[in-house]
């Protein structure tokens, strides 16, 4: 009997499991969209003048008016980079067109270097991404209501969060993947039955509230309408006659004008073009093209800006028509003074330029080989007029993305640079030219960089360090050093003098003056080594390359930043140099490193009346400067019974008090927060309420190697930095404080000791992923970041968002 009933329990069990396996596989049944709707075929979205003035009057509904601020502010907001999930963009209509793909743009096991996918580079209609493994998330069949929205995997992702609600409060469960290296899944329509059924509730907007009805109405009517879109009005006239006026100057035909504007393009290609005094949402990429002005711009698709043209090509300036991002936005403006700065630097001195170098990668990777005939104290001129926009080349470009591409560097330091022409020119250039093997970098092997190179470059640079400390040691008499004349002090005006980069775990930001309290570091960029970080982390750096890049690169940077250490310790007390360096590199992990160039027999020409050497230094330097050191730190900084913040108000003057409290928060009880934070104080008018970012500058016992960052954490030095207005482009959470209750927050924070603290804490004041009104602050915050950064704003990325 019991065998029976054994054996008819297994019967029902194989036919529990078989009906599972039925409608399992029913769930996953694949729909036959070409038998329903016809062949994918991409279609022409762009509508002519006449096809757009016909439908306005059908009162349809306009991309540019009603549909693209909705994905401006709810998915452009992930989907606007290079860590676009999926590649989709959703910055422009051709990148909505384009579509997703399952490739990685950040791969770091990929041996070989990948075909590029660049948005308006690589192909240059819908049908080339295609054949690039693009697939559509718009209706690509038969043009009818019905499959303009079963045929769009956007149409059903929205549908999906409708569905599937996330909570409306507390944090998000486990079921939500935020790791930043997630795997992600990129669903075709054909695939979209099992990704519905294995992650329902990973409908867009991905773990954030969804749309309103409003805008998801909004965007469904649109696709059933096609998913037509408005041409782009033509560039107003007084645009066009400054674009016209500068490629003229850009193309210029002499050996010296070719030169020269190679040299200038390779700095500019990566940011955002914008002529002086124009509207403050016009900006251009600076490319080279196969057309010559006044023909439509036909880029070269070359992996580098100084890959081989092969052939004629021309300097053009393309319009920008994505969204701007704040992640990848940074300005540089031309107007007439700017032009006659280029001919005052590059075109007034006595030199000739006999012949133009090669595009070969052994030649053009390496600008002290390319641009040798160029003036060496114009060079540095001209990166030292804008440092803010070429350091932010490389905080800014595809290589600062990550933590792993990011801890080379400190969470906060101070940037000051070395004064052209100060340093025996002549000798200088002499130097630079017969160590020019040893400033080769890792893009000069193009793509045949093999996984250990790193080892070759990192050699290359530990030579360079030591030449460099030997020419010093040649040409500096004994007992002669380095003092505050060797700064360059912007002349007085230009804030470009005194930077501050922060570090936000996996992003950075570059900022004017110094913002926070004296930090542990503090960088002295020579000309060569702002060169050779341009050409390393921008110009040179493929993010389509292979891993052996990646890591020449990462470690190479290694040896830049302590050759800016090291000239920063030669302003130091010669006695004090190595005790200074050994608190950076404190223990065994300094064997980790390249040994310091510490110049003993050369001490610092500074006069020190105190042992607190970096502060004294500082503040010598900030007077040097005078107005181009920026604004004095009274928050981070305050030296004072009383410190008020120029030009404010009553109200701000108070909330900066409370700032100032929280600012002396050190070590564990920082624990609580996350890496860059917005603060919003309200003060019952949504318009004049005030804005703080809130950074946390980790310590770590070392920073010259890329793993084990968690072994290497020293939280006990934690420090803060609070900022009056926006620093950074990832905010990881949003907190929202009544003015009346800043002292209370304060205290929650530096009280915090058990989760349950930490979650009281986040509950009373956070903006946590599932507050229904999170894309309400998101929005305010989007519009005060316009309101107090102006042309130089973004929109805000809200991929890192914590679920906290």
């Known amino acids: 009997m019991d065998k029976r009933r054994a054996m008819a329990g297994k019967k029902l069990c194989l036919l529990f499991f078989l009906i599972i396996a039925g409608c399992a596989s029913i769930v996953y049944k694949s729909v036959d969209y070409e038998s329903l709707y016809g062949p994918s075929s991409p279609k022409q979205r762009v509508m002519t003048p006449e096809q757009a003035r016909l439908y306005q009057q059908e009162h349809k509904v306009s991309f540019y008016h009603d549909v693209k601020p909705i994905l401006d502010s709810r998915c452009v907001v992930c989907h606007g980079c290079y860590d676009a999930p999926c590649q989709l963009k959703l910055g422009s209509i051709e990148g909505l067109d384009r579509g997703a793909t399952k490739q990685l743009v950040y791969d770091s096991t990929r041996l070989e270097a990948t075909d590029p996918t660049r948005l308006f580079i690589d192909a240059t209609d819908t049908e080339g991404w295609r054949k690039k493994d693009f697939y559509p998330v718009l209706n690509e069949r038969i043009d009818t209501q019905v499959a303009n929205l079963d045929n769009s995997v956007l149409a059903k992702l929205i549908d999906l969060k409708r569905l599937n609600p996330q909570p409306a409060s507390g944090k998000l469960g486990k079921d939500y993947d935020l790791k930043f290296d997630r795997k992600l899944q990129c669903a075709t329509i054909e695939e979209f039955p099992k990704y519905q059924n294995e992650h329902p509730r990973w409908g867009m907007p991905y773990a954030m509230p969804g749309l309103s009805l409003k805008e998801e109405n909004t965007l469904k009517k649109w696709l059933q309408e096609g998913s037509k879109v408005e041409s782009l009005p033509p560039l107003p006239y007084r645009t066009v006659k400054a674009v016209e006026k500068w490629e003229s100057y850009f193309n210029g035909s002499t050996l010296k004008q070719q030169l020269v504007f190679r040299y200038i393009y390779e700095h500019l290609f990566l940011g955002h073009i914008h002529f002086k005094g124009h509207s403050d949402t016009e900006f251009f990429h600076l490319v080279r093209s196969k057309t010559a002005p006044g023909q439509p711009v036909e880029e070269l698709k070359t992996a580098l800006p100084y890959g081989d043209p092969d052939g004629r090509f021309y300097y053009r300036l393309r319009p920008v028509t994505e969204t701007i991002v704040d992640k990848t936005h940074f300005v540089y403006e031309l107007n007439d003074q700017k032009m006659q700065r280029y001919d005052e630097l590059f075109f007034k001195p006595d030199y000739q330029v006999m012949s133009l170098p090669s595009y070969q990668p052994e030649v053009a990777a390496n600008p002290f080989k390319a641009f040798v005939e160029l003036p060496l104290v114009s060079r540095h001129q001209f990166l030292l007029d804008d440092a803010q926009y070429f350091v932010s080349g490389f905080i800014k470009g595809p290589v600062c993305r990550g933590q792993l591409a990011l801890n080379s560097i400190r969470d906060q330091f101070w940037v000051v640079f070395t004064q052209p022409g100060q340093f025996y020119p002549k000798s200088a250039s002499a130097f630079l030219a017969d160590n020019k093997q040893f400033l080769g970098l890792p893009g000069q092997k193009g793509n045949q960089i093999g996984l250990f190179a790193f080892v070759k470059y990192d050699d290359y640079g530990r030579q360079y360090l030591k030449a460099k400390n030997a020419f010093i040691d040649e040409t500096l008499p004994r007992n002669v050093g380095f003092g505050l004349d060797n700064i360059w002090d912007g002349e007085g005006t230009n804030q470009n ?266 509950a009373k004041f956070g903006v946590r992923r599932t507050n229904p009104e999170i894309w309400q602050q998101a929005d305010w915050f989007n519009g005060q970041h316009k309101k107090y950064r102006g042309m130089e704003a973004g929109l805000l990325d809200m991929s890192r968002y914590h679920n906290l």
């Open 497 to 762: 003098a005194a930077l501050t980069v922060f570090r936000h775990l996996d992003s950075a930001t570059v900022v004017k003056g110094f913002i926070g309290d004296t930090p542990l570091t503090g960088w002295v960029v020579d000309y060569p080594i702002f060169e050779q970080l341009h050409y390393l982390l921008v110009a040179g750096f493929n993010v389509y390359g292979s891993a052996g890049l990646q890591i020449a690169s990462r470690t190479y940077m290694d040896l830049l930043r302590q050759d800016a250490e090291d000239n920063f310790l030669r302003l130091m007390p010669a006695m004090e140099r190595q005790t200074i360096w050994n608190s950076w590199y404190p223990g065994f992990n300094s064997l980790r490193t390249a040994p310091p160039q510490l110049s003993l027999d050369h001490p610092s020409k500074i006069k020190f009346l105190t042992t607190d050497y970096k502060k004294e230094f500082f503040d010598q330097v900030r007077q040097k400067m005078g107005n181009a050191a920026g604004a004095v730190d009274t928050i981070n900084r305050c030296q004072q019974d009383v410190c008020i913040r120029a030009n404010t108000t009553s109200v701000q003057q108070q909330a900066d008090s409370q700032m100032r409290n929280l600012a002396k928060l050190k070590g564990h009880k920082l624990g609580a927060l996350p890496d860059s934070i917005l603060l919003r104080v309200e003060t019952g008018d949504p318009a004049g309420d005030l804005v703080y970012t809130l950074l946390i500058d980790k310590a770590y016992s070392n920073i010259s190697t890329m793993l084990g960052t968690n072994f290497r954490r020293m939280p006990e030095n934690d420090r803060m930095t609070i900022y009056p207005g926006f620093i950074g482009s990832y905010p990881n959470f949003y907190f929202s404080v009544e003015k009346e209750h800043l002292g209370e927050f304060v205290d929650m924070i530096r009280f915090a000791r058990t989760e349950t603290d930490l979650d009281n804490l986040y």
